[in-house]
Every structure is written in C-alpha cells, then in structure tokens.
C-alpha cells in the first residue's frame, strides 16, 4: 500500500497562501489521479479537487478559481496551492490516492484567521 504525508499546514491571515505537499511512498501520480479533501470538526470530509494521471483537475465550487492542483510525477509529491484564504477554509486538509478509494495521508491543520 501507498503511504502518503501531507505538510504545509499552517496559520495565516484572510487573503494569504498556503501550499500543501503530499508526498507518496512510491510512484504512483503517474499512473493514478490524487484527490485533495478536507474536514472541519463534526463535518464529513469534503472533496476540494483532483487530479488525474495526465493531469487534468477538477475543482469544488467553493475553491474553484483560489486553489490550484499540481503534481511532480519524478517527485512522488501532489501539491495543493491556496490562494486568497478564507476563514471557512480553515480545516484539516487530506491528500488521498488512488483516488477517489485509496488510502489516506494523517492530515494536515490549515487555520485561517486574523
């Protein structure tokens, strides 16, 4: 099985960046998409966009137009880039792959608040 581990959590400002990493144990963004979702407490996780192997990307409403997928397949690492933070995008945010049912990284806490 694929382990992955997300990182780039953080605290900032309303209006600020943030960029997540999540890094596999092995290659496997080449061959599979990968999925961002995120939770807040009391809430069922959230799907915020994916990407597929050839790299094509699929966003939430919500996200859509601030949040940005990428990939470095050679890296074994997804990245989620954030733009334009909003309180209400405060969570704990997951990388997921295969996606949309392979196994899930440990999370990582993005708080947005001034």
């Known amino acids: 099985q694929v382990q992955l581990v997300e990182s780039g959590g953080g605290l900032v400002h309303p209006g600020g960046s943030l960029r997540l990493s999540c890094v596999a144990s092995?290659?496997?963004?080449?061959?599979?998409?990968m999925g961002w979702y995120r939770q807040t407490p009391g809430a069922s996780r959230e799907l915020v966009g994916f990407?597929?192997?050839?790299?094509?990307?699929t966003y939430a409403d919500s996200v859509k137009g601030r949040f940005t997928i990428s990939k470095d397949n050679d890296k074994n690492t997804a990245y989620l880039q954030m733009d334009s933070l909003q309180p209400e995008d405060t969570a704990v945010y997951y990388c997921n792959a295969p996606y949309p049912s392979g196994n899930w990284g440990q999370g990582t806490q993005v708080t947005v608040s001034s």
């Open positions: 092995r290659s496997i963004f080449s061959s599979f998409a």
């Open positions: 990407i597929t192997a050839y790299g094509l990307t």
